[in-house]
């Protein structure tokens, strides 16, 4: 029978190559989703939030920089502009509804991606953060790419808004149920619009869990939120943050 391995040899082998990075990020997330799944599938045993405390903890137990990490872990990370792109495919099944949704969704998403960007610069501002905090805070409710990208273009810190984006998609994918049924909201469409423009892609991810329909609409508002905070972010901001500052 052939022998196996110790631990500290694979260990050894795995910290050699790129493949260490990939190896613990999709660990996590296996051990994560199976406590998510002991846990039937509760959003406050969110998967995200369980696979990123457990890799933080290790690369801080190891010494192990976020750069050696990161240079196995960009593979995933390169796989999510095409499941991002995959996500037309339920979207195209909801077509006839969307046609006959058009003007309230876009009413929707004006309302959502403003009252998004305004309140969380207004509550920087109000609670003494700096001009630069501001900036780095208001695109939260964007998908990661467009949010960075925002915030550096504007003074801001896009490692700090990388985390503030993170933190507000898990927020909101194990605060929503709660707040929907608080509301009354049953509709799938609605929930599943509202969950993409304030969560994004891990809003996303948790409405695909609920129900296809509910998904395919995640994916549109996520989308359309981050197109439409690309353009209003640059001028909502400054405006908004200069005039709270007098």
């Not at 939120?225 to 353009?231: E, I, M, S, Y």
Request: glycine share 10%.
């Amino acid at each position: 029978m052939r022998e196996i391995p110790p631990f500290g040899l694979i260990w050894v082998y795995l910290s050699a190559s790129p493949l260490l990075g990939l190896t613990l990020t999709l660990c996590a997330y296996v051990v994560a989703y199976w406590i998510y799944g002991r846990c039937k599938f509760s959003p406050l045993a969110n998967p995200v939030a369980i696979a990123i405390a457990l890799v933080s903890t290790v690369l801080l137990i190891s010494g192990m920089p976020y750069s050696e990490y990161f240079a196995g872990a960009q593979f995933v990370h390169f796989l999510l502009g095409p499941a991002t792109v995959a996500l037309a495919i339920p979207l195209a099944r909801q077509l006839p509804r969307l046609r006959s949704s058009f003007l309230p969704l876009l009413c929707g998403l004006l309302a959502g991606s403003a009252t998004a960007i305004v309140s969380a610069v207004t509550l920087t501002v109000l609670l003494g953060g700096s001009y630069q905090l501001a900036v780095s805070i208001g695109p939260k409710s964007a998908t990661t790419p467009i949010a960075m990208g925002v915030a550096e273009k504007l003074g801001g810190l896009p490692a700090l808004t990388a985390v503030l984006v993170i933190s507000t998609g898990i927020f909101g994918a194990i605060a929503a149920r709660f707040l929907f049924n608080r509301m009354r909201i049953d509709s799938a469409e609605v929930r599943g619009f509202a969950l993409g423009v304030t969560s994004h892609g891990i809003g996303t991810a948790r409405a695909f869990q609920v129900s296809p329909e509910m998904g395919a609409f995640a994916g549109l508002g996520m989308g359309l939120n981050g197109v439409l905070t690309a353009f209003l972010a640059p001028w909502l901001i400054p405006v908004f943050a200069g005039l709270l500052a007098r």
